[in-house]
């Protein structure tokens, strides 16, 4: 248990559905990310919250739709998702402190296959 | 373009040896460095980070930093095959994006 609960962990969605992810983090922290596990490719950092400010990946694809209602809190809004988008969408938060970022501590994960 | 290159794997160590995972790094502006260790259908969880050249210890975790070379390695003593697992070196650059490499799988065999 890392204190980040992501929902739901498993989602099967056809390329005209519309489907969210949750991710809900319990450590008190200030700084809440998206990113995307495939296979044979490493982590991709898809969107970053902190202190309500956002910055993003800008090779995100705008089928892929963020929303951080508060610092706990964390959406991915999916639409229109093509097959090539399944994978394992991951939810980390971390602390960021003066001028830097602790280490971030990440969700179980939400295994996402497009058909 | 950030680069970060690690060995895919699998690195095969029998039990009880020591397993050496390596990592470079393209980018000079890398102030800190963390491994990660990501079992099979779970989630990354930190095993170590390190932020000034030289080597640190903690338990059977050693990991080493050489920022002239951008090389950084984590050493296993005393392999478990609990440590079984996908290893992901992550830097970071800037105050908060860590890149992470595709890991180096690690099978320790009985």
């Known amino acids: 248990e890392t204190g980040v609960t992501q929902t739901p962990r498993h989602l099967v969605m056809g390329m005209t559905n519309k489907k969210s992810l949750k991710c809900e983090q319990h450590?008190?922290?200030?700084?809440m990310y998206w990113y995307k596990q495939s296979a044979k490719k490493p982590l991709e950092l898809m969107f970053v919250?902190?202190?309500?400010?956002?910055?993003e990946n800008n090779s995100v694809p705008s089928r892929f739709s963020p929303e951080c209602p508060n610092s706990s809190h964390l959406f991915l809004h999916l639409h229109t998702l093509q097959p090539e988008d399944s994978a394992l969408y991951l939810c980390?938060?971390?602390?960021?402190?003066?001028?830097?970022?602790?280490?971030?501590?990440f969700g179980e994960g939400s295994r996402l296959t497009v058909l | 373009q950030k680069e970060v290159e690690q060995n895919s794997g699998p690195l095969s160590v029998p039990e009880g040896a020591i397993a050496s995972l390596n990592c470079t790094y393209s980018d000079r502006g890398s102030q800190s460095f963390f491994w990660y260790r990501q079992y099979s259908g779970k989630s990354p969880e930190l095993i170590m980070f390190?932020?000034?050249?030289g080597d640190k210890e903690d338990g059977r975790f050693t990991a080493q930093l050489n920022k002239a070379s951008q090389y950084v390695s984590l050493l296993i003593r005393d392999s478990q095959p609990s440590d079984s697992a996908t290893y992901l070196c992550?830097?970071?650059?800037?105050?908060?994006?860590?890149?992470f490499g595709k890991g180096t799988k690690l099978s320790v065999i009985p």
């Open positions: 450590l008190g922290h200030n700084a």
């Open positions: 980390a938060s971390s602390q960021r402190e003066t001028s830097a970022y602790r280490e971030l501590f």
């Open positions: 390190i932020y000034s050249n």
């Open positions: 992550a830097p970071r650059a800037g105050s908060y994006q860590l890149t």
């Open positions: 919250y902190s202190l309500e400010e956002r910055v």
